[in-house]
């Protein structure tokens, strides 16, 4: 049940990012500034536990292909025992080269757990790359207007 949970989180993950771009578009679209470092909090956390749900349902999806792979063995191997050795021939050949490939399947779903660690990596720099350039254009304005009221022409007080 937890395993098909985690793999329905961690399949959304597109639907998820789709979301989010057109969220920021819209933000920077209607110049809806206010509402940015409330939505990248909730980027980043959305983010965080879809890395952890993929970490952990491709970690249950190794664990059960491992369980498997040994259950068949032991079976497979069990069977080979009772029988004379030239009718093990599809046996010996079905032990090496398919579990072979359901070890290769293991080993690619630890390469998608890194992918994902690497994905949030860069999800989270881009963030604040985008947080780093909307300070630096609010700071751009601030300064903007500082100088125009610096600049404004003195007027004579008048003393009561």
Request: glycine share 6%; with cysteine.
């Amino acid at each position: 049940m937890l395993i098909a949970l985690l793999g329905t989180i961690k399949s959304s993950e597109y639907v998820i990012l789709a979301y989010i771009v057109g969220t920021l578009t819209n933000i920077a679209t209607n110049h809806q500034l206010g509402r940015l470092p409330g939505f990248i909090a909730f980027v980043i956390c959305t983010f965080v536990l879809l890395l952890l749900a993929e970490l952990i349902y491709n970690s249950l999806r190794a664990g059960e292909v491992r369980s498997i792979n040994v259950f068949l063995r032991r079976k497979i191997l069990q069977g080979m025992l009772g029988r004379p050795g030239n009718e093990n021939r599809e046996s010996l050949g079905f032990l090496t080269n398919d579990f072979k490939l359901l070890e290769t399947n293991r080993i690619d779903a630890e390469f998608d757990a890194i992918l994902a660690v690497s994905t949030l990596t860069l999800a989270l720099s881009l963030c604040s790359l985008l947080q780093l350039d909307i300070d630096s254009r609010l700071l751009c304005r601030i300064d903007d207007t500082c100088s125009g009221i610096e600049s404004l022409p003195e007027t004579d007080s008048v003393s009561i």
